[in-house]
């Protein structure tokens, strides 16, 4: 089935130790994202990246990384510069029609103690 | 992007239609708006979406106000799988991001 696939899908680490979570996708879409959602909260964009090679700061990159090296692959790295690292994250991807909708992962709880 | 807003909570029977709506005031001409619900720790998962004509597909209806300052999501059906978050969300076609708001929490009663 295509679709995208995060893991693992729930996650824990120690305060000062950078994590990476995965985002994979085989749907072919050139753009992928990452959010971020607290609770209660809406959704908040961290990264995106809309070609291989190529990626922009959303609304609250800072304490976060990101890189695309492979079109399929969006792995976040949380780092220790983060202040408040728990929370639930979201990868999506689309194409880069002009309303090509986002598709989105079911998520990875990341729990920072 | 243009701000919405939403209803934070509504409730509906089970068979009947479910009507949510969402203000965008301010929107643009080239701002389409989109739909996405998301159930309790998965992923949002999209709905529909339109640029100023009605647009119906399987799960839904959205209805555009002539103005566009408005837009009604429609599940005709309502069923106890439909309880989750209603996001109504505008995005400049072209731009690679969604601004997400509150949402309205739909609850469904037997």
Redesign the interface.
């Known amino acids: 089935d295509g679709g995208?696939t995060?893991s693992p899908k729930y996650l824990f680490r120690k305060e000062g130790q950078n994590v990476t979570l995965s985002c994979e996708q085989n749907l072919n879409h050139d753009?992928m994202?990452w959010?971020r959602q607290d609770p209660g909260?809406?959704?908040?964009?961290i990264y995106?990246s809309?070609i291989v090679n190529d990626f922009?700061k959303?609304d609250i990159a800072e304490g976060y990384s990101v890189s695309r090296e492979k079109k399929e692959s969006f792995p976040l790295t949380v780092t220790s510069a983060q202040k408040n690292p728990t929370a639930?994250y979201?990868c999506?991807s689309?194409n880069?029609d002009?309303?090509s909708?986002?598709?989105?992962?079911?998520?990875t709880?990341l729990t920072v103690t | 992007d243009a701000k919405t807003t939403q209803p934070p909570s509504m409730d509906c029977a089970e068979g009947r239609a479910a009507n949510l709506p969402c203000n965008h005031s301010t929107i643009s001409g080239n701002e389409?708006v989109?739909w996405y619900r998301q159930i309790h720790?998965?992923?949002?998962?999209?709905i529909i979406?339109g640029?100023k004509n009605n647009e119906t597909n399987e799960m839904a209806s959205l209805i555009i106000t002539e103005d566009r300052k408005s837009s009604t999501l429609i599940l005709p059906h309502a069923t106890l799988r439909d309880t989750a978050v209603y996001?109504c969300i505008v995005r400049v076609?072209?731009a690679?991001?969604?601004?997400?708001?509150?949402?309205t929490r739909l609850t469904i009663n037997p």
């Open positions: 995208i995060q753009a994202y959010y909260q809406g959704l908040r964009l995106y809309q922009q959303g639930f979201l999506a689309s880069r002009d309303n909708p986002l598709h989105f992962g079911n998520g709880r | 389409y989109y720790s998965q992923g949002p998962q999209y979406h640029l996001y076609g072209g690679q991001k969604l601004v997400f708001g509150q949402g």
